[in-house]
């Protein structure tokens, strides 16, 4: 568990211990919170421990009690259409939404997830990145994760190495290394480098995806069930802001056009992959607003307010995995607390 993680699990228990969050629950709550998930699926446990991507992913155990306790705790759950009529006051309540995100596409979503969202009558949205249904895109962080699991030797990019001799704390110290090098390369680099990794350790990047994402008869089935909405999240899965303002676009627009081809109904919403500060800002917000989508999320931290009507491009969210899977802390997170907190106390992170 990173040093991190650890400091949010302690601060989380903490704003709970103290009651801090419950009592200052009415100034940051705000009309309410969406919520971002990935992969829901039973948990696998790694034979050493290696997981590092396991943050991304949720039990349907927790799913399922997530939904009981906030149901318990008073928030209504909405559609991201419903949600823009409460954010831009077009319809009122007195008790705060919740909305539901998936990225990515996971096949998961639609074995896993859906029967407990249907179970509960709650309505939730799947940002469907194309490239993964088809295959051309490269899941980097979950090749770089078999690369490491499986490997002997040295491993080196630009910038960092690693040498593995088959133990649990060498693929930690490697993944500490390469894995945030790897990140933050220029996205066409990052892609080259693990293409051909792949293929010196022979991974095959096409069947990661036929393996964990939908295929395109998936995403109909999905996009046919009344509590479900397909949403866009670029072709390539790229850090839009680190692209060029043309080929930006092109993946902004093109995903929700291609997206509405295959499914034959209009794709209305966007989520930025990656979606903090250094991955999609103002500019990349104007775009998704020219594009047509009536509705962008990021992964800025933070509760929606009223002040977000003029900002429905660049909404923030709160991120549920398996690395908070404590329902108190859950309820910290969706009292909108720690989003002020991360904010300095402002309402807005749109800059």
Not at 227 to 254: C, K, M, Q, W, Y
Request: glycine fraction near 8%; hydrophobic fraction near 45%.
């Amino acid at each position: 568990m990173s040093a991190s993680t650890t400091l949010l699990r302690l601060t989380f228990e903490a704003l709970h211990r103290t009651g801090a969050a419950a009592a200052l629950r009415p100034w940051a709550q705000g009309l309410g919170v969406i919520f971002c998930m990935h992969s829901v699926r039973p948990a696998v446990a790694a034979p050493d421990g290696f997981s590092p991507n396991s943050g991304l992913s949720s039990t349907p155990e927790f799913l399922d009690a997530a939904l009981t306790m906030l149901q318990a705790a008073g928030y209504e759950f909405l559609s991201m259409d419903d949600a823009l009529l409460r954010i831009t006051g077009k319809t009122q309540s007195q008790r705060p939404f919740a909305v539901f995100t998936l990225d990515d596409g996971y096949r998961d979503n639609l074995v896993h997830a859906l029967p407990v969202f249907a179970k509960h009558d709650c309505p939730f949205l799947v940002y469907v990145a194309p490239g993964f249904v088809d295959g051309s895109a490269e899941m980097w962080w979950l090749a770089l994760e078999r690369m490491i699991a499986g490997g002997r030797g040295e491993i080196s990019m630009p910038g960092a190495s690693a040498v593995l001799d088959g133990s649990a704390a060498a693929k930690a110290q490697a993944w500490g290394a390469l894995a945030p090098t790897l990140q933050a390369m220029p996205e066409h680099a990052q892609r080259q480098w693990v293409r051909e990794a792949c293929e010196r350790h022979g991974i095959d990047l096409r069947q990661m995806c036929r393996d964990l994402i939908m295929d395109w008869n998936e995403v109909r089935r999905m996009a046919e069930h009344p509590l479900a909405t397909i949403g866009a999240h670029t072709n390539n899965h790229f850090a839009v802001s680190r692209l060029p303002e043309h080929e930006a676009r092109a993946e902004i627009a093109d995903s929700g056009q291609r997206l509405q081809r295959e499914l034959q109904r209009p794709v209305r919403h966007f989520a930025f992959p990656y979606g903090n500060v250094g991955h999609a800002g103002p500019r990349d917000f104007r775009m998704a607003a020219e594009a047509g989508y009536a509705s962008a999320v990021t992964t800025r931290m933070g509760a929606v307010y009223a002040d977000h009507a003029a900002h429905l491009d660049g909404l923030p969210r709160v991120m549920v995995s398996s690395k908070y899977d404590r329902m108190r802390w859950l309820k910290v997170l969706a009292s909108g607390l720690p989003g002020r907190m991360s904010n300095m106390g402002r309402r807005l992170n749109v800059g």
